[in-house]
């Protein structure tokens, strides 16, 4: 596996009231040979879920939209040595820690939360071994 895309809903995973990173994401970060990942709405990717996947050196391309990610991270992204792109939704981000995150050493795309039509995921199911998701329209 080189590429992943995970999607979820708020209504489905719900945050851990503890802080801890949650399981799935821990798994994620034993994909040593993952180039590229794409998390859309997962309320559970946060700046400390972010600091697990540090152990996924060959990680090339990272899409983030909808997760609870800080300006905490900017640092952490510094530090995958073959990252090459993010893109990233920064609602509440200040105008300053954007300016840092765009002065980082790959190539950046912010995504305003109001640039794309929210769809609401309403069931996520595998088949034949393939993750799916309905969506409501």
Same mark, same amino acid.
């Given at each position: 596996?080189?590429?992943?895309?995970l999607?979820g809903?708020?209504?489905?995973?719900?945050?851990?009231? $503890?802080?801890?990173?949650?399981?799935?994401?821990?798994a994620?970060?034993?994909?040593?040979?993952?180039?590229?990942?794409?998390?859309?709405?997962?309320?559970?990717?946060?700046?400390?879920?972010?600091?697990?996947?540090?152990?996924?050196?060959?990680?090339?391309?990272?899409?983030?939209?909808?997760?609870?990610?800080?300006? $905490?991270?900017?640092?952490?992204?510094?530090?995958?040595?073959?990252?090459?792109?993010?893109?990233?939704?920064?609602?509440?981000?200040?105008?300053a820690?954007?300016?840092?995150?765009?002065?980082l050493?790959?190539?950046?795309r912010? $995504?305003?939360?109001?640039?794309?039509?929210?769809?609401?995921?309403?069931?996520m199911?595998?088949?034949?071994?393939?993750?799916?998701?309905?969506?409501?329209?």
């Amino acid at each position: 596996v080189t590429n992943i895309g995970l999607k979820g809903s708020s209504s489905d995973c719900n945050v851990n009231p $503890k802080g801890e990173v949650a399981s799935e994401f821990v798994a994620l970060s034993k994909l040593k040979n993952l180039k590229g990942l794409s998390l859309d709405n997962c309320p559970r990717f946060n700046d400390a879920a972010l600091k697990k996947l540090l152990r996924l050196q060959a990680l090339r391309a990272i899409t983030i939209r909808d997760c609870p990610i800080t300006p $905490k991270s900017v640092a952490t992204f510094n530090q995958f040595p073959h990252l090459e792109f993010l893109e990233l939704s920064t609602a509440g981000w200040s105008k300053a820690d954007i300016l840092a995150l765009k002065r980082l050493h790959f190539s950046v795309r912010i $995504k305003d939360a109001s640039e794309r039509r929210r769809k609401k995921v309403t069931k996520m199911y595998v088949e034949d071994g393939i993750p799916k998701s309905s969506i409501d329209p």
